[in-house]
């Protein structure tokens, strides 16, 4: 008999009722370390007083009005991001394929638009993920994600990761745009070289193409930068964030160039829920909390601090993990050991971390993380480990 709720996930039996900063209370009261950050998106922790807050104080006032009207929580946070990135306009929604949908619609409007409706064509790489909608599966193209689900909307090429020379050679006249994750997520945790995004900028400026970045698992401090691009010294036509910018609420943003927006007038797209009050007000509390240039100073030395503690942890059993890579907070562990039985070993620590393709488990702390609770976390780890045989 099919259970109650639909079963498309693979579940741990374990359910958690509460949360504090770094910490999840099962329902048992036992209390566990939290490295997945609900797949990167508790950015400040659990209940932040800050953004519980932000939450409460709106809900008093204001829930929804739809879009007909003046959203002005929505209108400050638009500002705040057109202010902190290259952007210059942004569309709210309220999950990440939610963006990856209105990237596609505005790369098409933008050619359509410029008299070339042909070039519908968007080149992304093989192990990347950019959701679950009907875009999102036909962007990252794996079978993983498209069997069953056919005919596939139309319009996408993929190409082996980070090859520059795949890339050119996949270019022809219908091509629109590329799509791709600065610092590789769900495909388990692969950072882009600098140079190669520099390279894909590049390719886009000679070809007339917009590049598309999807922020939403590295982006909003996860990197380190406010978003992972900036390491590179490069700005995209359009971005993809959601994730970590509600802090647990869902909330994602679109955000554009002038020019890539331009054929986004007036009835061309919309969402009932998006930008909505609530959201909004925490978005903005946790954009405010993370664009402050000591919070990411403070980031990037935790991040270093707990590289350091994990490439130790690697070496000192080399029968269970083979590397360490990432960005920022944001890091995998590939394991030499099957990661799903690492995975339960740290379960049994009151461990929790997220596991990735790849053989990968990913590291994805709240960005709020203390340097005693790095030193928990790794600690726990090596039990972990000790534990897998
Ligand atoms: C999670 C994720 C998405 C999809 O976001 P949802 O909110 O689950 O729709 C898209 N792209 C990347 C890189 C992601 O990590």
Redesign the pocket.
């Known amino acids: 008999m099919i259970p109650s709720i639909l079963p498309t996930y693979n579940r741990t039996p374990v359910s958690f009722e509460s949360g504090e900063g770094s910490w999840l209370i099962a329902d048992d009261g036992a209390r566990y370390l939290d490295l997945g950050g609900g797949?990167?998106v508790n950015s400040l922790g659990h209940a932040n007083p800050i953004l519980v807050e932000a939450l409460t104080e709106q809900a008093g006032k204001l829930w929804h009005t739809s879009n007909l009207y003046g959203i002005p929580n929505q209108q400050a946070l638009a500002d705040m991001l057109v202010d902190l990135t290259f952007a210059d306009t942004v569309f709210f929604a309220?999950?990440?394929?939610?963006?990856?949908e209105l990237a596609v619609k505005m790369t098409r409007k933008y050619f359509h638009d410029k008299g070339q409706p042909e070039r519908v064509e968007i080149i992304a790489f093989e192990g990347?993920?950019?959701?679950?909608?009907a875009a999102?599966i036909a962007a990252a193209g794996s079978e993983k994600l498209t069997a069953g689900f056919g005919p596939l909307l139309p319009g996408f090429t993929q190409v082996p990761l980070g090859d520059t020379d795949a890339v050119r050679a996949a270019i022809n006249e219908n091509t629109a745009a590329i799509i791709v994750?600065p610092v590789?997520?769900?495909g388990g945790i692969i950072p882009l070289p600098d140079v190669h995004i520099r390279e894909l900028r590049e390719i886009c400026d000679e070809h007339g193409l917009l590049l598309i970045l999807?922020?939403?698992?590295?982006g909003v401090g996860r990197s380190g930068k406010l978003f992972a691009h900036e390491w590179a010294g490069i700005t995209p036509d359009i971005m993809?964030v959601?994730?970590g910018i509600g802090g647990g609420f869902?909330l994602?943003c679109l955000l554009a160039t002038e020019e890539a927006a331009s054929g986004m007038v007036a009835g061309t797209h919309g969402s009932t829920y998006g930008g909505n009050p609530l959201g909004c007000a925490v978005g903005l509390a946790v954009l405010k909390t993370v664009s402050d240039p000591a919070f990411l100073e403070d980031v990037n030395r935790k991040a270093g601090l707990l590289r350091q503690r994990l490439e130790g942890l690697v070496a000192a059993h080399p029968d269970v993990f083979e590397s360490v890579r990432g960005s920022g907070l944001m890091l995998g562990l590939v394991c030499k050991a099957p990661n799903t039985d690492v995975l339960k070993t740290c379960y049994d620590a009151e461990l929790l971390v997220v596991p990735a393709a790849e053989n990968t488990l990913r590291i994805l702390p709240p960005l709020t993380i203390s340097d005693d609770e790095i030193g928990e976390a790794v600690s726990r780890l090596e039990t972990a480990a000790i534990s897998v045989n």
């Open positions: 797949i990167a309220n999950s990440g394929t939610e963006t990856c990347s993920f950019h959701g679950r909608s999102g994750e590789i997520g769900e999807d922020e939403v698992q590295c993809m959601a994730k869902p994602g």
